[in-house]
Every structure is written in C-alpha cells, then in structure tokens.
C-alpha cells in the first residue's frame, strides 16, 4: 500500500512527510480519535490518504496551491477510493476561506507562512482541537546551521526559528516537539 506515491515522490522530488513522521502523525490520529483534519498543503495528496486511511470515519479537508500536484493528488484520492472524505481544494492556503471546525489541523506548507496559518486556521480548531507543524528541524540545518549551504536555506531556518519562538510565547497554545521525520511541534490550547 501507498508505494505508488511514495515512488512518485521520489522521482520527482516532492517533499511528502517522512517514513516515521507519517506513521506517527497516524498514530497519534488513532490514538487521540481524530475525525475532523484540516490540511494545509496537500501535494500529492500522500499524508492526507495515509491520514484518512487510520479510520474510514475521517473527513479531510486538504488545500494545495499548486495545480501539477494538485491534479495528482486528486488523481490518488480517486485511486484509494476517499473522494467522499478527503476535500481536496486548490487554493493558495492564505486566501481559503474555509468553515467548520477542526480536530486537527496540520500544517505542511511553505515553511515562511507557519505562524500565518496558525494564526488564520487557529479560528477552525475546535475547543480541543491540536495544531500540527512539519518540518521544524528542516533536514537539521535549524540546530546545526554550519549545515545551511545556501542564502535560501538561511531563509527558511530564520523563519522556522521565528515560528518556534512565536509557538514557545504563544499565550493561547502550548507546544512540544517531537524529533520524529522532519520535526513536528504539536500545539494544544492551554
Ligand atoms: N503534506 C504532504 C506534503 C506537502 S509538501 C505530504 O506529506 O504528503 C508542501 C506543499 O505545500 C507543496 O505541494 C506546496 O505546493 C504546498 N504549498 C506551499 N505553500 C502553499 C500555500 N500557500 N497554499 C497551499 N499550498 C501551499
Ligand atoms: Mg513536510
């Protein structure tokens, strides 16, 4: 299951979560009985299958910006059979306008936007609901900078550093981090 996406993804490069990451942002779904996911960046529509594929009482929504993946990720939907629980949307995620409420919302788009999607989809969480954030170590060039080879790359770890001082402050939500895949904080309302 699934090693068509993940081959796909290899050959052309996109950045769907880590092996470890997905299997215990999965976990955590069982565990925690999450049925309501909001998804910012959806790609190939790689997580939000696997996501969905915990419980078939999940309901996704799942919104991707670029029009190459988006058409693959719907591709996948219909593939797996989730086309009635996995709402794919294609939008730029800052301009969504989106209503209900969410278990989770998990947040897996470009690393410079992190605390405006917290900030704008925070309103869609419900009163118990988590805020997931992928990538924080960055491929580990957030704690060891030496690594960072490219103006670019400096970039993003300065914005990935802002997030985590935004999410360590934050009066509302209290965050930890996990160091599984890529990094992921996991935020819940204090
Ligand atoms: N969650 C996916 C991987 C997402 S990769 C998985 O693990 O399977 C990040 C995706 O976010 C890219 O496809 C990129 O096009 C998209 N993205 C970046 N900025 C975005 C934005 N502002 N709105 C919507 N999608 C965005
Ligand atoms: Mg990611």
Sequence with gaps: MFKDMEEYAKENRVPIMLPDGIDYLCNYIKEHNIKRILEIGSAIGYSAIRMASVSDDIHIATIEKDEVRYNEAVKNINKYNLVDRINIIL??????????????IFIDASK????????????????????????????????????IQTKNQRGIVRKIKEFIKFLDTNEDFVTEYISVGDGIAISKRK
């Design 91 to 104: 939008d730029d995620a800052l301009n969504t306008v989106i209503g209900g409420e969410f278990d989770l």
């Design 112 to 147: 410079g936007n992190n605390i405006n999607f917290f900030k704008k989809y925070s309103a869609n969480l419900a009163k118990y609901g988590i805020i997931i954030t992928d990538n924080l170590f960055f491929h580990g060039l957030v704690n060891d900078e030496s690594l």
